[in-house]
């Protein structure tokens, strides 16, 4: 069963990810022209010079943070409580809102975890999710869970300035276009897992069980929930009319929802040839019931010739054919014998039996 990733209860965070003020901060960041500032720097500071500075901004990520962590930084950043009560939750569909002139983007994580054989209670899917309040001078990005970590987004984006020097919208661009990325990655894994299935399913000696590919269905539902209503807030975010996002992310972001759109359509697919696999599979089951009863009513057909005669000649009666020959009673048996032979083979040339 899928399930949402999150720290444990009782779990301490790594402390080389924590600063000194003991927020879940992971990392702080003021970059000008697209090049990050030397030095560490708490996150009112960094806003304060970022106002100050043209072409500045603050990066801001935190990892599950408590609502009492978000409180200062929600006063810093003068961002609206129900947007924070949202990213402290992490309970959100893919969505796309406004806050005066901060924007609010939820996006679903997931990432492929199966290990081993695929079976019936088989964990193929996790998700988590990623908040980003993104604003004049600043980004924020709230990660839940750990099935898209966004370090590696951050050293990747800081070596290309050009694009870094287009402000907020541009982490915006670089987180949508990592966890996109990772769709596609579970995407082909999924897709090899359901080979494995169908192989089993359509096999000369099929014994793929229902239960696993109901299974598989369970995830590839958690999958689309995930990746389908993202497509709202894309295609807003490269709308002509949305004057908000630069024009030259527009366009990276135009990339992503390419992308976006290949994997909802394969996840369509995916989910169509799941539900053809189950139909495959419960016909199997019903022919297999169905020869399993031919095969009964044949050996039941060839029984019941023994019992009719052996029925007939137990009643006892005086006057009887054969009752007083000789050979009358080895004639009898050799008589049903016969009969039970030609059934035999009649069953056997009729693939009864």
Not at 67 to 88: F, P, R, S
Request: with cysteine; hydrophobic share 45%; aromatic share 8%.
């Amino acid at each position: 069963m899928t399930r949402m990733l999150s720290t444990e209860a009782g779990q301490q965070r790594n402390p080389a990810s924590r600063r000194p003020d003991g927020l879940g901060v992971v990392d702080c960041g003021l970059y000008v022209d697209g090049v990050r500032q030397p030095g560490q720097i708490g996150y009112a500071e960094a806003l304060d010079a970022a106002r100050k500075r043209p072409g500045a901004f603050v990066w801001l990520g935190l990892h599950e943070p408590s609502q009492a962590e978000m409180a200062g930084i929600a006063a810093a950043y003068g961002l609206h409580e129900l947007a924070v009560e949202d990213a402290v939750k992490a309970e959100q569909r893919p969505k796309l809102e406004h806050f005066g002139d901060v924007h609010f983007l939820v996006l679903r994580t997931v990432r492929y975890v199966r290990k081993g054989e695929l079976t019936e209670n088989s964990d193929v899917i996790e998700t988590g999710q990623v908040m980003l309040f993104i604003g004049p001078n600043f980004v924020l990005t709230v990660r839940h869970g750990d099935a898209c970590r966004l370090a590696p987004v951050r050293s990747e984006l800081e070596a290309r300035q050009e694009i870094l020097r287009q402000g907020p919208w541009a982490v915006a661009y670089a987180v949508t276009d990592r966890v996109v990325d990772v769709y596609l990655e579970v995407t082909d894994r999924v897709g090899d897992d359901l080979d494995v299935l169908e192989g089993e399913v359509f096999a000369r000696q099929a014994h793929g069980r229902i239960q696993r590919i109901y299974q598989m269905k369970r995830e590839l539902v958690e999958f689309k929930r995930a990746v389908g209503p993202l497509q709202r807030p894309m295609m807003t975010l490269t709308a002509q009319v949305n004057r908000d996002v630069p024009k030259e992310i527009r366009r990276y972001f135009r990339d992503v929802q390419d992308h976006l759109t290949r994997t909802v359509e394969q996840v369509n697919s995916y989910d169509d040839l799941l539900n053809s696999i189950l139909q495959a599979r419960l016909a199997q089951v019903t022919v297999d019931q169905n020869n399993d009863m031919r095969k009964i009513a044949a050996w039941a057909a060839i029984a019941a010739v023994w019992t009719a005669i052996a029925g007939i000649y137990g009643m006892n009666f005086d006057f009887m054919p054969e009752t007083g020959w000789k050979y009358g009673y080895p004639v009898v048996l050799a008589l049903m014998l016969l009969i039970s032979l030609g059934l035999y083979r009649w069953f056997r040339r009729n693939r009864w039996l």
